[in-house]
């Protein structure tokens, strides 16, 4: 039986956001613009990527 997966990428700067959003971006494994990290689909994960919704792009 195999995960599901969600594909995240950072399509904005995080020059002037809040730090926590920071960390937050930096925990889904992110570091600059248009990386891609593949995260598994946990309750936790989803709402890392609600908090910074702003700034990622979700590509199931």
């Not at 700067?13 to 248009?34: E, F, K, Q």
């Not at 309750?43 to 979700?58: A, C, D, E, H």
């Amino acid at each position: 039986m195999s995960e599901k997966t969600i594909k995240i990428r950072l399509v904005k700067s995080l020059i002037g956001t809040r730090d926590t959003h920071r960390s937050t971006v930096r925990g889904l494994g992110l570091r600059r613009l248009n990386s891609i990290s593949e995260l598994q689909d946990t309750p936790s994960v989803r709402g890392m990527i609600n908090k910074v919704s702003y700034l990622i792009k979700v590509d199931s």
